[in-house]
């Protein structure tokens, strides 16, 4: 299978689709499965479609595959490990889609005032979550002030006219945080270009439902609880020609002296984030986008990341711990487009 970009460890918020209950059993979608980007993904294709199956799983693999090439971190042949070796104050030519990746990343690190930062990849590294491989204990405090200085989005220049990515720093651009979203879309749209128009895509917890599982069920999302230990359902949603991501901070991390090291690294302190929120979830139609924007929540945390969601009208879920449980909260735009379908699953 394809070896490449480690974005599954971003998304821990683990995402099903659930077959609804009926007397008939319904005719059920055709499952294209593999490895990229160090996770899975499952391609579902709605029952009412008959098509080659190795045409399409060969179809999707090469779109996955070329977002691999140029967005990787661990390939050492990708476009942005060539960016990241260009010498600095050199503009970098980069394809098309990789310079859209780079420019939604950018426009969302402005807008969130930072808690989104695509060159934040030396921290990642640091505290063990990247390429340079795990650690078990937290970083000296020195070389994590030298890793913090060499951390700024600002010292990316992007060019749109020539479509150009020039470092005026020595920053080491990482787009774990949103190539996977990308990668999503990407697929989404290579099966709506062939006709498959009725189909789920889902890449490490990043998924996108268009149409129907078959000619009269929707596609059915389990929301999983932020629980470490074990895969608890706590809501069920169905989706339609959107797309969902999720961010939490439940499953990788290690832990020293008691204390818990998440993943996720706020990119203003360096460290890892310490707040009550276990998971977010974003949904929208742009998967670039809502990949970011699931980070800029989960750093900003449940209060000040609900008001930003509110301010941006953001559709999100947030689930955040309170004493022995976990609570839930929904932005304005959630509550308006999907709250009256969220479901509780029922034990039987």
């Known amino acids: 299978m394809v070896q490449g970009i480690r974005f599954g460890w971003l998304v821990l918020l683990a995402v ?11 005719p059920t979608p055709t499952v294209l499965e593999g490895r990229i980007f160090g996770t899975f993904f499952e391609v579902s294709i709605g029952s009412q479609h008959d098509f080659d199956h190795e045409e399409v799983q060969a179809g999707v693999l090469a779109v996955l595959n070329e977002v691999d090439r140029q967005m990787s971190t661990y390939r050492q042949d990708s476009v942005l490990t060539a960016v990241n070796r260009a010498p600095i104050g050199e503009a970098v030519q980069v394809p098309p889609e990789l310079y859209y990746v780079l420019r939604v990343g950018y426009d969302i690190a402005e807008q969130s005032g930072g808690a989104f930062d695509f060159t934040i990849g030396g921290l990642v590294n640091l505290w063990g979550f990247g390429p340079e491989g795990r650690v078990t204990s937290a970083p000296d405090s020195a070389l994590l002030e030298k890793r913090l200085a060499e951390v700024g989005y600002r010292f990316v220049e992007l060019n ?24 999503v879309q990407a697929v989404s749209e290579y099966l709506l270009s062939i006709g498959l128009n009725n189909h789920l895509v889902n890449i490490g917890g990043d998924l996108i439902a268009f149409g129907e599982r ?12 932020p629980n470490a230990n074990q895969q608890v359902v706590r809501h069920i949603l169905p989706l339609h020609n959107t797309g969902m991501v999720g961010s939490g901070d439940y499953r990788n991390y290690f832990e020293e002296d008691g204390i818990r090291y998440s993943h996720t690294i706020d990119p203003t302190t360096g460290y890892p984030i310490r707040h009550r929120l276990a998971a977010v979830n974003v949904l929208g139609e742009n998967l670039t986008e809502i990949d970011a924007l699931a ?3 989960l750093v900003l945390g449940e209060e000040r990341g609900l008001a930003f969601a509110n301010q941006h009208d953001i559709a999100a879920l947030f689930i955040y711990r309170e004493n022995d449980q976990f609570e839930s909260l929904m932005s304005d735009r959630f509550v308006k487009e999907h709250a009256d379908k969220l479901q509780v699953p029922t034990v039987r």
């Open 16 to 26: 099903m689709f659930i077959a609804g209950c009926s007397p008939r059993t319904p």
């Open 160 to 183: 749109d006219a020539d479509q150009t990515i020039t470092r005026h720093r020595d920053v080491f651009v990482d787009l774990s945080g949103i190539a996977k979203g990308y990668g």
């Open 214 to 225: 078959n000619a009269n069920q929707a596609w059915r999302i389990g929301i999983e609880a």
């Open 295 to 297: 980070t800029v929540l």
